[in-house]
C-alpha cells in the first residue's frame, strides 16, 4: 500500500516560521517534521510515499531527495505553480501516483503513533477515518462515530485526526482543481460508503508556533530521559 503525506499549505498558521522554510522542514526533537513521517512510514512496513508540495517545495524535494536514506520510494507532486488546490484537489492531482489500490493519506502538520492503523479498507467501504478527541482548538469535532461508520450528524462528535484510507473510486468523477476534502467525505458519508474508528492514543495538532514548541519540549525531554538507560547500556 502507498501513502501520502499533504504537504503542500501555505503555512500561515506557522508564520513568521514558514516565511522562508516550508512547515514540513520545521523541526522538533532535532528533526524535521516531515522526518519523523517518513520514519514511521517505513518501520510501518511503507515502500512508496507521494508528498505533494507547493509553498517553498523545491526546498522539501532537495532536503528528503528520493527517500533512500529511510528505504523508501519518494514521489512529488508538484503544486507549486497551481492555485491552492486544498487537500481533495491536492489528492485528485496525485492520484496516477498513488494506483489503483487504497492509499493512506496523512496531514503533514500532526503527530501520531503509527502502530495505530489498520492496514486496509473493508468491502463496500471508499475511505475509513481515524476520529479523535475534540482539542481545545476545534471543540465542535467534525464527524459523528455510530458502530464503526461515520456520519455528519449525532450528538457527540469527534474530530477528524487527519488519517485516512482512501480507494481511489472515492475521488471518481471528481473535477481537477480546488477542493476540499471535508466536502468529498460528507458526500460520501450521506451514502455509508465511510468507516471510522476512535484512536485514543498520543494524536497533536501542530500547526502553530506554540503547539511546534510543545511538541520540540517533549520529543527533547524524551532524549534527556532516556540517556542515564543509553549511557548504562553502553558501559555494559
Not at 63 to 92: N, P, V
Not at 157 to 166: A, D, E, R, V, W
Request: glycine fraction near 10%; charge should be negative.
Amino acid at each position: 500500500m502507498k501513502a501520502m503525506i499533504l504537504a503542500a499549505g501555505l503555512g500561515t498558521r506557522m508564520r513568521p516560521l514558514t516565511d522562508h522554510t516550508p512547515k514540513p522542514l520545521l523541526k522538533a526533537g532535532g528533526k524535521p517534521l516531515i522526518v519523523w513521517h517518513l520514519e514511521k512510514l517505513a518501520a510501518a512496513g511503507f515502500e512508496e510515499v507521494i508528498i505533494n508540495i507547493a509553498w517553498l517545495g523545491w526546498q522539501i524535494s532537495e532536503a528528503l531527495g528520493d527517500g533512500t536514506r529511510w528505504g523508501l520510494k519518494l514521489h512529488y507532486s508538484d503544486e507549486q505553480t497551481e492555485t491552492a488546490l486544498e487537500t481533495a484537489g491536492g489528492i485528485i492531482k496525485a492520484l496516477p501516483l498513488l494506483g489503483s489500490d487504497p492509499f493512506l493519506v496523512v496531514n503533514g502538520d500532526i503527530w501520531f503513533d503509527y502502530a495505530c492503523l489498520p492496514q486496509t479498507l473493508t468491502s463496500h467501504t471508499l475511505a475509513h477515518l481515524i476520529l479523535v478527541d475534540n482539542p481545545e482548538h476545534h471543540p465542535v469535532g467534525d464527524f459523528a462515530l455510530q458502530a464503526g461508520r461515520a456520519r455528519n450528524t449525532g450528538e457527540s462528535k469527534l474530530t477528524f485526526s487527519g488519517i485516512g484510507y482512501y480507494h481511489p473510486a472515492l475521488f471518481a468523477g471528481l473535477a481537477y482543481g480546488k477542493r476540499a476534502l471535508g466536502t468529498v467525505l460528507r458526500a460520501a458519508i450521506d451514502q455509508d460508503f465511510v468507516s471510522a474508528e476512535y484512536y485514543q492514543g498520543v494524536w497533536l495538532d501542530i500547526g502553530t508556533p506554540e503547539r511546534l514548541a510543545q511538541l520540540d519540549q517533549s520529543l527533547n525531554a524524551a532524549v534527556h530521559a532516556m540517556l542515564p538507560t543509553l549511557k548504562r547500556h553502553l558501559r555494559e
